[in-house]
Each structure stands twice: as structure tokens, then as C-alpha cells.
């Protein structure tokens, strides 16, 4: 008897043949990547390898020169396509947290669903309330935003990419920016995150994440993905692992 033929899965967001130059400097070059529904994709590279600007360029932050964006199969590159509307789909955290230093951690993660989703205050609030406690920030939505340590105000920054329920989340190097001793519990927040199905595409120069919680990590270099695979195929085994500069050698 044969098998019934069954469709592959179209990944949740496809990134096909992307071209993006800043003047002679061309740094994306043909990119390609999938990313899976409730997977999380590592994107790993030297510094200046590109990898914020796929991020900024899923996130329709930067125009591209030529190539596909696909979410859920629809071009966002398309003319007809509403790019905010797109935009509100997915949720991007960066470096620096962007927080409103006049507004509360409360005020800060309920202005989106307000501005963007069309919801009541009330709503807002409480979809708000609901995801600082799920981030572990419950008895700081009154606080200011420089009155938390810098791990407390990304976790802040995450909540507000959160609160809509966005169906992929673009985290572009979060714990760059944080002391030593704060990267754990971000790094903590987002393995748990990734645990519970959320769709992660995630720039990192942390290899113990990128182990630990990635399906896929992507090794960019000279505008494209050079290598992909599970963590122990790109990064080696623990004991024995590759280095970023061994395996831009390796391609080279
Ligand atoms: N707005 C811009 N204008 C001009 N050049 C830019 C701009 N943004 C990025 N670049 C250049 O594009 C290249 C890729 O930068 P990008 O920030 O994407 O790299 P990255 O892999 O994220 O680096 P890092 O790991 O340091 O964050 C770099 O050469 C950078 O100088």
C-alpha cells in the first residue's frame, strides 16, 4: 500500500534569496533561512556579519534590495501588503531595551496593545499585568524603568514584545548589553519561552544558549547562512567545540 502523500509544513517565516547593501557594503548576499513554527533558529557570526540586519529586515526596519520575506506564506515585501499590520505580527527585542524612561513598566508594555491592537485601557493593562507576572516582573509594574537592574528592564523589554501574542519573536543580541552576572536570567527567560513553543529567531554571540535552546543554529558569514544544523553539528560537541573564527576558516 503506498503512503498517503502529505504536504510538507510550510515554515512559519521563510527568508529566500535576500540582497541588502549599505552603499558598496553588501551585506546580506542571497540570504536564505526557514524558520519552523515553535522552533528556535540561532543566528551565530562575527560581528558585522549581518545578522541584526536580517533581523531588522523580518521586521520590515530596513528595506531590502532584492529577495522574499515570507510570513505564513504571504510576502511582506508586496506593495499591498500593510507593513504595520505585518509589523504587529511579530515581536522584536533589542540591545538596548528601549524602554520609556517617563512611563511605568506597566504604562511601557501596555502601550502597544493600546496604539497598535485598538484595545480599551483596561484590556491593555491587564494583558500587561498578565505578562510581567509570566516574566517574573509582578511586583514591579509601578516601577520606573531606571529603578530595575538592567536584567529586569530587558525582561520588561520582552514583556512588551509578548503582550500581543506575537507569532514570532526577533531577539536581536538581548544580553549584550547586561552585566556578566544579569545575562543568566534573561538567557533563563528565553529558554523557557522556547520550552512553551514560542517561534524564536534569536542573534546571539552566547554559545551555552545557542546550545541549550536552539533547533537550528545558522552560522552567517560573507551575506549568507554558510552552515546550519543542530548546535552539536555547527558549534561541536562541548568538549570539543568550534569556534566562530574556525568555522569562518572553514568557509573561508
Ligand atoms: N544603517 C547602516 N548604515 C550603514 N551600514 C550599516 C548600517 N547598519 C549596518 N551596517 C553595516 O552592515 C554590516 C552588518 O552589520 P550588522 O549590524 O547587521 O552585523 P551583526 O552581525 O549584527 O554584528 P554584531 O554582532 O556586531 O551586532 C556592518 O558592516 C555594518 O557596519
Partial sequence: MTEPMTEPTAPLLRVAGLRKSFGTNLVLDGLDLDVAEHSCVVLIGSSGSGKSTLLRAVDLLEEVDDGVIELRGVDLADPWVDANAARARMGMVFQAYNLFPHMSVLANVA?????????????????????????????????????????????????????????????????????????????????????????????THEMGFARQAADLVCFLDGGRVLESGPPEQVLGAPEQPRTREFLARLHA
Avoid: C, F, W
Fill in 111 to 203: 502601550l502597544a496593545p493600546r496604539l497598535v491592537h485598538g484595545r480599551t485601557k483596561d484590556e491593555a493593562e491587564s494583558a500587561a499585568v498578565a505578562i510581567l507576572e509570566r516574566v517574573g516582573l509582578g511586583d514591579k509594574v509601578t516601577a520606573y524603568p531606571d529603578h530595575l537592574s538592567g536584567g529586569q528592564q530587558q525582561r520588561a523589554a520582552i514583556a512588551r514584545a509578548l503582550v500581543n501574542g506575537p507569532e514570532l519573536l526577533l531577539l536581536d543580541e538581548v544580553t549584550s548589553a547586561l552585566d556578566p552576572e544579569l545575562v543568566g536570567e534573561v538567557l533563563d527567560l528565553l529558554a523557557e519561552l522556547r520550552t512553551e513553543g514560542t517561534t524564536m529567531l534569536v542573534a
